[in-house]
């Protein structure tokens, strides 16, 4: 028999035992290559994290030494201008330091400058900045004139004008302001409505259309501007366009009284009485202390002759309204309505001397004219 004919278990060799020593080292390759770039992230991670902790307390520690290097050269020259009070180089310098901080004080040592000093148009329209900021406009009109005197070409000093003069009430130089700064560039939305609002105030309310248009050409979707064109349509006589603009507000925002009340105003125009009382009511709902909508439904209530009823909502009103030649003349008619004789005419009385009172009033014209000769002459 042959011994070698069947070979040993133990010398056979087993099936695939090479190829999953090499898959087995793979893994493991693998496995420390991947833990090797996930430490190496985590301490270039840690590094960075690191660096910036300590840029961030280098930036905080220069903040610091800025910030009390200023506060030094503050008491500074606040010691300095105890000793030397008119020196105006100093008051521009404490000026600057101090602007964001003390505006008032910055705004009495900005007015130490003249115009002798070099930056002395700085000065001026950093006093402009801080009194419109601190709404003090008699000191920010001064310093806008000069500027505007000075760059006639800078729109933005003739828009600040413009609407410092426009919340005066002195409309005619207001509107010569904001045209001024149109034709210069400012071309924006806001600029037209601004000529749009001086022009209503100033009871221009034909020329209104010219402005909201410009506007809406330029924001087709802007609420106050549709608003505006409802009402100088109205107020023209075109309510077919009032009626379109303020149904489109109305529509953006429901709850708005002053569409409502012009959709009443609007029905009233059209003899249609109980429409207008509808929108009249939905106004006061949207917003009961609505002065005009109170007194718009007064107004429909007496054309219905409901005197009590109208006598009954304008009465409570007075003491704040008794200046109101509309109001006055209102509720006069209606104390006629239900027999109140003398009131009503007291009430009459009342309205002949708010109408005399309107008449003795200067214009807005008038006013500037009168304040030019008057006021004295300012650098």
């Known amino acids: ?19 999953e020593k090499r898959f087995s080292f793979s893994i493991g390759l693998i496995v420390a290559v991947v833990g090797l770039l996930a430490l190496l992230i985590y301490y270039f991670s840690d590094q960075s994290e690191v660096a910036t902790l300590k840029q961030s307390e280098q930036t ?35 000026g600057q330091l101090i602007q964001d901080r003390a505006p008032f004080q910055a705004l009495e040592n900005y007015s130490h ?30 310093a806008l004139l000069i500027l505007v005197r000075k760059y006639p070409e800078e729109r933005r000093f003739h828009e600040q004008l413009a609407r410092l003069f426009f919340n005066a009430g002195k409309y005619d130089r207001a509107l010569k302001y904001a045209n001024r700064s149109i034709e210069l560039g400012a071309n924006q939305a806001a600029n037209y409505l601004l000529v749009a609002n001086i022009l209503r105030q100033a009871g221009r309310t034909s020329e209104m259309v010219g402005p909201l ?46 569409a409502l009340r012009y959709l009443a105003i609007i029905d009233r125009n059209q003899g ?14 949207a917003d009961p202390q609505d002065f005009e909508s109170l007194l718009l439904k007064a107004d429909l209530l007496i054309y219905q002759r409901s005197g009590q009823q109208a006598y009954d909502l304008l009465k409570p009103l007075y003491s704040a309204h008794q200046t109101d030649r509309r109001f006055v003349s209102a509720l006069a008619r209606a104390a ?27 214009s807005s014209l008038q006013s500037e004219s009168i304040e030019k000769t008057q006021s004295p002459s300012k650098r």
């Open 1 to 19: 028999m042959n011994m070698n004919s069947q070979p040993e278990s133990e010398n056979l060799s087993k099936p695939f035992s090479k190829p």
């Open 60 to 94: 905080e520690e220069h903040q610091e030494a800025a910030a009390q290097a200023e506060k030094a050269r503050r008491k500074e020259l606040i010691a300095y201008l105890q000793q030397h009070p008119d020196d105006e180089f100093a008051h521009f310098q404490l």
């Open 113 to 142: 400058v003249t115009s002798r000093h070099p930056r002395y148009y700085e000065a001026v329209e950093a006093i402009a900045e801080i009194a419109r900021e601190q709404d003090l406009p008699d000191k920010a009109k001064p």
């Open 213 to 258: 248009k410009e506007v809406l050409f330029l924001e087709p979707d802007l609420y106050e501007a549709h608003l505006n064109l409802a009402y100088a349509a109205l107020y023209t006589g075109d309510l077919k366009t009032a009626e379109r603009e303020a149904s489109w507000c109305l529509e953006q925002r429901p709850d708005s009284s002053t």
């Open 272 to 285: 249609k009485v109980a429409a207008a009382l509808s929108h009249v009511e939905q106004a006061l709902q």
């Open 336 to 362: 006629g309505l239900i027999g109140k004789r003398e009131e009503a005419l007291q009430l009459q009385r009342q309205n002949q001397s708010l109408i005399k009172e309107d008449d003795l009033k200067p």
